[in-house]
């Protein structure tokens, strides 16, 4: 019988705050450049002002659900990293859900409108209680690097009850993100999640998330290699921390050395396609302009998920990855805002 979905996202709820700053704004505010820090709700709700502020002082329009042509405010949307993900499967027209905590607040009803309207099934009962929706503050250099502070709220409040036997089971594959590590629970519902793919013959695929988050869980994530692990997603900084080591020849030797399915993207360098003896160099598809990297890695997950649940050689997978990502690095916000399906039809990949 074929299964319902090719990929079951398992991930942190997230409404994202998207702005466009300075370098100045980083120091003035200590946001630590190009990486995701953890905050706590009155730092979120301090973050959330002064971004809005920044805006207005710049005489620009405070709040927009996008950035009108030219002009640079703040944009909201449903986000976190495996959602990102399911978002781009499905405008590459794939079957996918995402099982993710949100509270029953205004931005927990936002995250789950936005992901069913992208036809993403979304069916996680939000929390009754307890800590509000996570909030995300992206702030956006004019280099297109993307630093976040996010307040994880509800998410972290996400336990193995919340986990959905079934669904994982109805997938081929299941996607995970690293940044769940960070709170215990979530971790145990991965758990619970892994086990169950295990349990239906559906393949378990890891983002590393960040370099910060492989150095706090390193160990874990190895551990996962060694015995859990069919696919593995890095950019080329999160593979080399895993290792811990600087030099890339040697990430390849150790992935090789592992034997499951690695994909390690290297920006500009395009990505490497790992699995056992088999190596591909795929280079990166071509961006006129990078304007905000932010859901890069996400969407890259997303044409290579798409690629490898629909027959796609290791190589054309990490093609499709390439194109999809330059589509949403081009733009600000971790949403594609072009049609994947038909972007990956003209490029003949699909």
């Given at each position: 019988m074929p299964q319902k979905y090719d990929v079951a996202g398992l991930g942190n709820a997230i409404m994202d705050v998207i702005a466009a700053v300075d370098d100045g704004f980083l120091l003035q505010h200590g946001i630590a450049k190009g990486a995701m820090t953890l905050i706590d709700e009155f730092r979120a709700q301090e973050l959330h002002k002064a971004l809005g502020d920044s805006v207005a002082e710049r005489g620009q329009e405070k709040w927009s659900s996008g950035f009108p042509s030219g002009r640079a405010t703040i944009k909201q949307e449903a986000g976190g990293s495996a959602a990102n993900t399911m978002a781009g499967l499905a405008s590459l027209g794939a079957r996918a859900v995402f099982l993710g905590k949100v509270r029953n607040d205004a931005l927990g009803a936002r995250f789950g409108e936005s992901l069913k309207s992208l036809g993403v099934d979304f069916t996680t009962a939000p929390a009754i209680g307890g800590s509000s929706t996570a909030l995300?503050?992206?702030?956006?250099?004019?280099?297109?690097?993307?630093?976040?502070?996010?307040?994880?709220?509800?998410?972290?409040?996400?336990?193995?009850?919340?986990?959905?036997?079934?669904?994982?089971?109805?997938?081929?594959?299941?996607?995970?993100?690293?940044?769940?590590?960070?709170?215990?629970?979530?971790?145990?519902?991965?758990?619970?999640?892994?086990?169950?793919?295990?349990?239906?013959?559906?393949?378990?695929?890891l983002s590393l998330s960040d370099s910060f988050c492989v150095g706090r869980f390193r160990d874990e994530f190895l551990n996962l290699m060694a015995h859990e692990l069919d696919i593995l997603f890095a950019n080329e900084d999160e593979a080399k921390s895993l290792f811990e080591t600087e030099d890339f020849d040697i990430v390849v030797e150790k992935m090789k050395a592992w034997g499951g399915l690695a994909a390690i993207t290297r920006s500009a360098q395009g990505c490497v396609v790992?699995?056992?003896?088999?190596?591909?160099?795929?280079?990166?598809?071509?961006?006129?302009?990078?304007?905000?990297?932010?859901?890069?890695?996400?969407?890259?997950?997303?044409?290579?998920?798409?690629?490898?649940?629909?027959?796609?050689?290791?190589?054309?997978?990490?093609?499709?990855?390439?194109?999809?990502?330059?589509?949403v690095i081009s733009h600000y916000g971790a949403r594609p805002e072009k049609s994947l399906k038909q972007l990956a039809a003209d490029a003949g990949l699909i």
């Open positions: 995300s503050m992206i702030a956006v250099t004019p280099d297109g690097q993307r630093s976040m502070n996010t307040y994880l709220g509800a998410c972290r409040e996400m336990t193995q009850g919340d986990v959905d036997e079934s669904e994982v089971a109805a997938a081929k594959i299941l996607y995970i993100e690293g940044y769940l590590w960070d709170a215990d629970a979530a971790k145990e519902a991965s758990r619970k999640a892994i086990r169950a793919a295990k349990k239906a013959g559906t393949k378990v695929a790992i699995k056992g003896n088999e190596h591909h160099t795929v280079p990166a598809h071509p961006v006129a302009k990078v304007v905000d990297t932010t859901g890069a890695g996400d969407l890259f997950a997303a044409g290579f998920l798409y690629g490898l649940t629909h027959g796609k050689n290791l190589a054309d997978c990490g093609r499709l990855g390439g194109l999809v990502a330059a589509e």
